[in-house]
């Protein structure tokens, strides 16, 4: 089985209380300790990777995010998604080579563009198609939907931009921020696997809580990245 293969099937058919957790690592010294705990698949944070290599989130070059991509992906022998933020301006085909020399199993691509403007629906529903022409099986494709942190935070919104992006061959959809409550509503009309994010802070309900609600998968966004990095801090204040 392709690592692809297997990256695909630890989406399906989940127990309920039991997503497929999957951490984000920012560099190829994270990625090694999430594994060595035991997470059977990775997947980078576009704003994780940013900050490591010194960038504000969304700034990244292209060549330098791909290139951060492989780094990850030969460090470790598990299949690792990888967060292309909206594609950098590349067309499907090209998007998907990168993808596929960098070594990453799966993307991540977001609904809304420069200055935090949702895209039309149908237009990027139609990039998504041609991405997953491109790739085939060879590419788990998770589709952002940014109703919750671009748009009016409509459910009903989320839902029909999901139900679009899952016909164009989305893997699995990602309304990044959704409201705790109102993830029952979008597993009931969303197909296939959904992606909650989940906090590290003990402010919001734990994986298997959302799992629990609905969530078929869980992330972090650049969570632990930026925890590591607070950890740091605390240790070099006690240094001086």
């Keep these: 089985m392709s690592k692809a293969d297997l990256f695909r099937a630890l989406h399906l058919k989940r127990a309920q209380g039991d997503p497929l957790v999957l951490p984000g690592p920012w560099d190829a010294a994270s990625a090694r300790v999430l594994v060595e705990a035991g997470f059977p698949a990775l997947a980078t ?10 960038y504000e989130d969304g700034a990244t070059p292209a060549d330098e995010m791909f290139a951060a991509v492989a780094r990850i992906v030969r460090a470790v022998d598990v299949p690792v998604s990888a967060d292309v933020e909206g594609g950098y301006g590349l ?3 090209e998007l998907v080579e990168r993808l596929l020399e960098a070594g990453a199993v799966g ?17 990027h529903a139609d990039y998504l198609a041609e ?12 589709a952002r939907v940014d109703t919750f942190v671009r748009g009016d935070g409509d459910p009903r919104r989320a839902i ?6 899952v016909a164009a061959g ?11 409550d109102v993830l029952p509503l979008l597993r009931s009309g969303i197909q296939g696997p959904l992606n909650m994010v989940a906090r590290l802070d003990g402010a919001g309900p734990s994986p298997a809580v959302l799992g629990e609600l609905g969530a078929s998968r869980v992330t972090f966004g650049p969570g632990l990245q930026r925890r590591a990095t607070a950890a740091l801090g605390e240790i070099a204040a006690r240094l001086r």
Excluded: M
């Design 107 to 123: 993307c991540n691509l977001e609904d809304s563009g420069n200055g935090g403007v949702l895209k039309d629906p149908h237009e």
């Design 131 to 142: 991405v997953r022409s491109a790739a085939a099986d060879r590419l788990f494709v998770n």
């Design 170 to 180: 989305a893997d699995c959809v990602y309304p990044i921020l959704a409201p705790v």
């Design 91 to 93: 067309v499907p085909r």
């Design 160 to 165: 029909e931009r999901a139900a679009l992006y």
């Design 45 to 54: 944070p576009s704003a994780g990777v940013a900050a490591s290599l010194g």
